[in-house]
């Protein structure tokens, strides 16, 4: 007779368990800092809307002599608004391609004269929860005040 030697082929349950404990000690460290970096990225890309949103409201104000009113809205970027004031030497082109949203998902609120702010206008986002106030990454967002702060 042959001795035919049997190998088992596979894991045991003690190497599978020791894995996963070490995918959990891996994702314990490096979840925390990877939310954290999503949230800061957020709040980057919410600076970043507001300085093109700024620099397309001023380049509306030096052809139209004033900014789109409150009634208007941001939406006076893209198309020609049909309410008073109707600029008159609006571009044909518009300001902007398309309005951006914030990161989760809203329009970016828009008030003309400003309410919080010394410049002309504010624009703000309510955060990730949609209401006012809220802290962490329910904060809200404004163009005159640092992250994380919120409308008065």
């Not at 504010?122 to 955060?127: A, L, N, P, Q, T």
Request: charged residues 25%.
């Amino acid at each position: 007779m042959k001795n035919i030697s049997r190998k088992q082929h596979g894991f045991s349950l003690v190497e599978i368990l020791v894995v996963l404990v070490i995918i959990g000690l891996l994702v314990s460290i490096v979840a925390p800092n990877v939310l954290e970096r999503a949230e800061e990225a957020r709040v980057q890309k919410v600076q970043a809307d507001f300085k093109a949103i700024e620099t397309s409201l001023k380049v509306y104000k030096l052809d139209n002599f004033s900014f789109p009113t409150t009634d208007q809205g941001l939406m006076a970027l893209v198309e020609k608004p049909t309410s008073e004031p109707i600029p008159r030497n609006w571009k044909q082109s518009g300001y902007l391609e398309e309005l951006p949203l914030d990161p989760w998902g809203r329009p970016y609120l828009y008030l003309s004269p400003a309410e919080f702010g010394k410049g002309g206008f504010d624009i703000y986002s309510y955060g990730a929860d949609g209401v006012t106030g809220g802290e962490g990454e329910d904060a809200d967002l404004g163009n005159w005040k640092q992250e994380n702060s919120e409308p008065q």
